[in-house]
């Protein structure tokens, strides 16, 4: 039973028009990707490709279209976790590029799995990964006037028909931080993967950090817990610690789950049908 789950990031997004946006490309993205799944891709492939067209939505806060850190420049990361290799693939500050998942696909089978700043920069030339600027004007504009954008980090889980999942996540930041601050995307707190489960958190780093959030709902259903009992007991910790964290998980028998303290864009496939945000 192949499974699919997206998200566009858990920001408080409000507004009706944007949040119809959300909706709009989140189906755009997941009609492309669930066929791909259905005949028998790869987790790992479809959430790399399911990320890679998210990055490519300007309205996001990843990829094209990412927030600035205070000095005013753009520093993407991401990762990519494989369940069944239970292999880590992160990129983190990456400058001049605007599809960081795409090198976290092939840090899977390297020695050297979590890149940062000119080593990410130089990953990226090795494989091939076209320069493109990442900045939009109107992530410019909210930099300028010191706006905080209003969507989160973006990422996908899947379950193939293999049997295997895989979760990937790609974010621009929170904006306005400290040059060299690194958010949970690009940890195994933010995302994480093995055998039995995949897990992708969005919303404030810091709190995920914190709570090691995507690790704990894993291994809660590694220790034999239901996906759906694992998600309530960390979802029961985001609401005691009033945090603002959204997650999106899916196990190995097709199980999954979309939470969130504030509103979240996400889009759900599996054999019964599709499901989506309100």
């Given at each position: 039973?192949?499974t699919?789950?997206?998200h566009?990031?858990?920001?408080?997004?409000?507004?009706?028009?944007?949040?119809?946006?959300i909706?709009?490309?989140?189906?755009?993205i997941g009609?492309?990707c669930?066929p791909m799944?259905?005949?028998?891709?790869?987790?790992?492939?479809?959430?790399?490709e399911?990320t890679?067209l998210?990055?490519?939505?300007?309205i996001?806060?990843?990829?094209?279209?990412?927030?600035?850190q205070?000095?005013g420049v753009?520093?993407?990361?991401?990762a990519?976790?494989c369940g069944d290799t239970?292999?880590?693939?992160?990129?983190?500050?990456?400058?001049?590029?605007?599809?960081?998942?795409?090198?976290?696909?092939?840090?899977?089978?390297?020695?050297d799995?979590?890149?940062?700043g000119d080593?990410a920069?130089?990953?990226?030339?090795?494989?091939?990964?076209p320069?493109?600027s990442p900045?939009?004007e109107?992530?410019l504009q909210?930099?300028?006037?010191r706006e905080?954008?209003?969507?989160?980090?973006?990422g996908a889980v899947?379950?193939?028909?293999?049997?295997?999942?895989?979760?990937?996540?790609?974010?621009?930041?929170?904006?306005?931080?400290?040059?060299g601050?690194?958010?949970?995307?690009?940890?195994?707190?933010?995302?994480f993967?093995s055998?039995?489960?995949?897990?992708?958190?969005?919303?404030?780093?810091?709190?995920i950090?914190?709570?090691?959030?995507?690790?704990r709902?894993?291994a809660?259903?590694?220790?034999?817990?239901?996906?759906?009992?694992?998600?309530?007991r960390?979802?029961g910790?985001?609401l005691?610690?009033?945090?603002?964290?959204?997650?999106?998980?899916?196990?190995?028998t097709?199980?999954w789950?979309?939470?969130?303290?504030?509103?979240?864009?996400?889009?759900?496939?599996?054999?019964?049908?599709?499901?989506?945000t309100?």
């Amino acid at each position: 039973m192949p499974t699919l789950v997206l998200h566009a990031g858990a920001g408080g997004e409000t507004r009706p028009e944007r949040q119809a946006a959300i909706r709009d490309e989140l189906q755009r993205i997941g009609d492309a990707c669930w066929p791909m799944l259905t005949a028998g891709a790869s987790a790992v492939d479809v959430v790399v490709e399911a990320t890679r067209l998210l990055e490519d939505v300007p309205i996001f806060n990843a990829g094209l279209g990412s927030k600035l850190q205070a000095d005013g420049v753009a520093r993407l990361s991401a990762a990519l976790m494989c369940g069944d290799t239970e292999r880590f693939g992160g990129i983190v500050g990456l400058e001049g590029y605007a599809n960081p998942i795409l090198l976290c696909r092939p840090l899977l089978d390297a020695d050297d799995r979590v890149l940062m700043g000119d080593g990410a920069a130089a990953w990226a030339r090795e494989v091939g990964l076209p320069e493109r600027s990442p900045v939009t004007e109107e992530r410019l504009q909210q930099w300028r006037a010191r706006e905080a954008g209003r969507t989160g980090t973006v990422g996908a889980v899947a379950l193939d028909i293999a049997g295997r999942v895989a979760a990937a996540i790609s974010t621009g930041g929170r904006g306005h931080e400290r040059v060299g601050r690194v958010s949970d995307s690009p940890t195994v707190a933010g995302n994480f993967a093995s055998r039995a489960a995949a897990a992708g958190m969005t919303g404030i780093g810091e709190q995920i950090v914190d709570g090691g959030l995507a690790v704990r709902l894993v291994a809660a259903v590694d220790a034999g817990m239901s996906l759906e009992e694992a998600a309530d007991r960390v979802m029961g910790r985001i609401l005691e610690r009033e945090w603002e964290v959204g997650f999106i998980a899916v196990d190995h028998t097709g199980a999954w789950v979309a939470r969130a303290s504030t509103w979240m864009g996400w889009r759900a496939y599996d054999a019964r049908g599709v499901y989506c945000t309100g």
